[in-house]
């Protein structure tokens, strides 16, 4: 069993929902990133999402846009990102880690080095932004190969077909980008997420994450209750964004209230 199936199987049976947190790797400093990622366990995340800067990250807005800027400037590559995953598995061989990020890194390296390298390092899956389920089957098989849980995105506009292609070859989880826009956008609407969860789950049996649009304890309570997991990127990028200054416990302090409001007992 995986990182990802015992974390979900374990919040499962407890009754509780995973906690996602993302940051840009090489943001505010490539020598930061695996400091903020311990922060982030010690603030309650299940899982880390970890983003791989590109030049042209068309789903996100500004906040990741100039986080990923930031990385990039600093030289921050995927060999480099891998090799924080692998620092960071010297003190932490539990919690699971997704790159999320676009095609290109990837290809450059090459499908079949990636997943050795990521294998080796305790990557625990990949979330490609613009990689759609119909040009997916040959990479998501070399990923399973190495152990390396291919996760797909669904939108609001995701007809039943295409959910059945991710069911085909999604493992670990698939993230439901809970409104259409970037990352960091307003207006959500838990209502319409909850309605397609549903339809959703007629078609996926994995845990659904729920992101995009969640920026405090109460919306992240709110999608807590009909999503398997909480996802929160911009929000905590913004934190990093801050500055350097205290920021380990600014983000162990900024999710753990965020870990709060998901596990208050309901009414």
Avoid: C, W
Avoid at 23 to 51: F, N, Q, W
Avoid at 200 to 225: K, N, Q, T, W, Y
């Amino acid at each position: 069993m995986s990182r990802i199936q015992k974390t979900f199987s374990r919040l499962q049976a407890a009754g509780r929902q995973a906690l996602i947190p993302f940051i840009t790797a090489g943001d505010p400093a490539p020598s930061a990133t695996v400091g903020l990622m311990h922060a982030l366990v010690a603030g309650g995340a299940d899982i880390i999402e970890l983003g791989v800067p590109f030049t042209d990250p068309s789903a996100d807005g500004p906040v990741i846009q100039r986080a990923a800027e930031r990385a990039l400037a600093h030289g921050t590559s995927l060999r480099r990102i891998i090799a924080m995953v692998a620092e960071f598995r010297e003190r932490d061989a539990d919690t699971p880690v997704v790159l999320m990020g676009y095609a290109n890194p990837v290809e450059a390296m090459g499908y079949e080095a990636f997943g050795a390298a990521a294998a080796k390092a305790g990557i625990d899956g990949l979330l490609t932004v613009d990689l759609p389920p119909e040009e997916a089957a040959a990479r998501a098989a070399i990923l399973k190969r190495h152990g390396v849980a291919p996760i797909f995105l669904l939108a609001p506009t995701t007809p039943p077909e295409r959910a059945q292609a991710v069911a085909r070859l999604a493992e670990g989880y698939v993230y439901y980008v809970s409104l259409k826009g970037v990352t960091g956008a307003a207006n959500l609407d838990v209502a319409s997420v909850a309605a397609k969860l549903a339809e959703l789950r007629a078609h996926i049996a994995l845990p659904i994450g729920v992101g995009f649009g969640i920026r405090d304890a109460e919306s992240a309570r709110a999608v807590a209750a009909v999503a398997d997991a909480v996802v929160i990127g911009s929000r905590v990028v913004q934190e990093v964004e801050q500055g350097e200054a205290g920021l380990a416990d600014r983000l162990t302090a900024f999710l753990g209230g965020i870990r709060s409001a998901i596990d208050a007992p309901r009414p």
